[in-house]
């Protein structure tokens, strides 16, 4: 296997271990676009105005004609206005509401005939035609909410000919909408048409409105920046979406894409760039690509065709007997740990708190003793005793934990060699023979569980500054000490300057880590072992 093929492998395996946790604790949805209906003979846009311009009941080709560089929005618009002039002149009606409604409801009429045309009727041709949807069913029985920027209703029939689990005896099961305010079922999955629906049968209740010219998109775009969105935006924060079937250009999606970004550093999502199968690839061009969509969407990106698509959707809903075998196969991890370490006032429990979309372990099992609000050089003999003892019990506890996660993406405050920079040098190789006991007592072969360390540095004064509202005692020396002992203790590290840096930009530069880098975890108790026999070197 290639290098190129073995990075791609790798990243798509942690995509995939992501994705099924997020998926099995109900926080995983998709947001779909117009490249998710295509490959099945629904138009695209521009296809879709010119099927538009030449139905009989519009014939407003000519005015297509004429109207090249403008948008696709304009030209909708122009045509609407087209057929709502034509259409008053015909019925003889003054324009008013309900003319208006009458007339508006003929233009539906007519936008649905244009956008099913080539399209299967039957959801058992759509499910066998297209190439992935099918296996993202799984996925959107059990989303607490699908997002389809596209008027037909491809998703809710796969949902019907698959017998959705959240099925009863009455109802079907999931719940479509198109205006955010409403209160869904909360025993439903929801499916939501931000720009309309616009169902086969118009008998399944269409919505009022499409989002589909230039007025439209307008009114969608200001509504947004007053946060009528919030819905949507709250949906962002709460849920890990994979957006498919996008390309990004929908400014109203930008714009609430880019907010998320702002105000929730650590929430991040999948776009899947659909590439053709076999095609060669560019990758210095999807390196680039990656960088820009997560510095600023907050998008993992990821390059995948048809058929890896649909192995995707199946992956994240695959049995877990299934997924070892898998990851096996092919070798890779199905456990990422990323340990956030770094001295007093670094800002890792702060970190970790804006990280919710992954699993994390905190620093402390318990509630805190309250000699951990002294510095470390002030405590007596036994105290230090005291404190080292409830500390290697807490590292202990959080260990096991871990050990028994063998799957998921985790974030860690603090990893478990950390006691260890507490320590006077004559002390150190004892304290961590101790707690190689800890960790592995009696018989047992249990191992401190690798990861990658991520270290937390800065200037020990601005440190400092920090910890003083925080009962806290640890001067800019103490805290300069701790982090040159980190040092000594962890020789592979992945360091976040944090110095005059806003949380958001260090929490930003932690989920980069995460999400797009090499994942290189340390063996950490291999490490221990050796400090244990032959301390730090000066």
Same mark, same amino acid.
């Not at 048809?306 to 898998?326: F, K, M, Y």
């Not at 880590?513 to 975890?521: A, F, M, Q, S, T």
């Given at each position: ?30 947001? %779909? ?6 490959? &099945? ?8 105005? /010119?099927? &538009? ?5 519009? *014939?407003?080709?000519?005015? %297509? ?11 909708? *618009? ?20 309900? =003319? ?29 035609t297209h190439p992935y949807l099918s296996a993202l069913i799984g996925i959107i029985?059990e989303s607490p909410m699908t997002v389809t920027y596209n008027f037909d209703d ?7 000919? !698959? ?36 169902? #086969? ?5 269409? #919505? ?11 009114? *969608? ?12 935006? +709250? +949906? ?13 250009? /929908?400014?109203?999606?930008? +714009? ?126 036994? *105290? ?20 028994? $996660? ?21 002390? %150190?190789?004892?304290? !961590?023979? $101790?707690?190689? =006991? ?17 270290m937390l540095d800065g200037a020990a004064s601005e440190f400092e500054a920090r ?6 005692? =640890?001067?800019? !020396? ?25 949380? +958001? ?31 730090? $070197?000066?």
């Amino acid at each position: 296997m290639k290098n190129e093929d073995r990075a791609f492998l790798r990243q798509y395996a942690r995509a995939v271990v992501h994705m099924r946790e997020r998926h099995s604790s109900k926080g995983l949805g998709l947001i %779909l676009g117009a490249g998710v209906s295509q490959p &099945i003979g629904f138009p695209a846009w521009g296809e879709l105005v /010119d099927r &538009i311009a030449s139905s009989p009941d519009v *014939q407003g080709d000519h005015l %297509l004609a004429a109207a090249n560089g403008l948008s696709d929005t304009a030209k909708t *618009q122009m045509l609407l206005q087209h057929f709502r002039t034509k259409r008053l002149d015909q019925l003889g009606y003054q324009q008013s509401a309900r =003319s208006l409604r009458k007339i508006h409801g003929e233009w539906r009429r007519i936008v649905q005939t244009a956008l099913y045309r080539d399209a299967p009727r039957e959801a058992k041709e759509l499910n066998a035609t297209h190439p992935y949807l099918s296996a993202l069913i799984g996925i959107i029985a059990e989303s607490p909410m699908t997002v389809t920027y596209n008027f037909d209703d491809t998703i809710e029939r796969l949902l019907q000919f !698959a017998k959705n689990p959240n099925g009863n005896a009455y109802g079907r099961g999931f719940e479509t909408v198109w205006d955010a305010a409403l209160q869904p079922k909360r025993d439903a999955a929801v499916i939501y048409h931000p720009n309309g629906y616009l169902p #086969s049968n118009l008998l399944e209740y269409p #919505s009022e409105n499409l989002v589909f010219s230039e007025d439209s998109f307008a009114d *969608q775009l200001i509504e947004s920046m007053a946060g009528h969105h919030a819905s949507l935006l +709250h +949906h962002l924060a709460q849920t890990t979406c994979v957006f498919l079937g996008l390309s990004l250009q /929908d400014e109203t999606l930008r +714009h609430l894409l880019r907010q998320n970004a702002r105000i929730n550093p650590g929430q991040c999502h999948y776009y899947i760039f659909w590439r053709k199968a076999g095609e060669p690839r560019n990758l210095e061009a999807e390196k680039l690509m990656q960088e820009a969509n997560f510095d600023v969407y907050n998008l993992i990106t990821l390059f995948l065709d048809d058929s890896e698509i649909a192995s995707l959707g199946r992956l994240v809903t695959a049995d877990d007997a299934d997924i070892r075998h898998a990851a096996e196969e092919e070798g890779v991890e199905l456990r990422y740990v990323y340990y956030l370490t770094g001295a007093i006032g670094a800002g890792k429990t702060t970190t970790l708190s804006y990280l919710g979309s992954l699993m994390t372990f905190e620093e402390w099992t318990e509630a805190r003793n309250e000699l951990l609000g002294k510095s470390w050089i002030d405590l007596t003999g036994p *105290q230090r005793e005291e404190v080292d003892d409830w500390i290697q019990r807490q590292f202990v506890n959080k260990n096991m934990a871990l050990i028994e $996660k063998t799957s998921g993406v985790i974030a860690v405050d603090r990893p478990p060699l950390d006691p260890l920079s507490f320590s006077n040098p004559g002390e %150190l190789a004892a304290k !961590a023979e $101790k707690m190689m =006991s800890a960790f592995s007592p009696g018989k047992s072969n249990r191992q401190v569980v690798p990861g990658q360390v991520i270290m937390l540095d800065g200037a020990a004064s601005e440190f400092e500054a920090r910890v003083i509202g925080r009962h806290k005692e =640890s001067t800019a !020396a103490v805290i300069e000490d701790l982090q040159k002992n980190l040092r000594r203790i962890y020789e592979q590290t992945h360091d976040v300057d944090t110095s005059g840096s806003s949380i +958001h930009y260090v929490v930003k530069s932690v989920a980069k880590i995460i999400h797009l880098g090499v994942y290189r975890p340390v063996d950490l108790h291999a490490r221990l072992t050796q400090i244990a026999k032959e301390g730090l $070197k000066a």
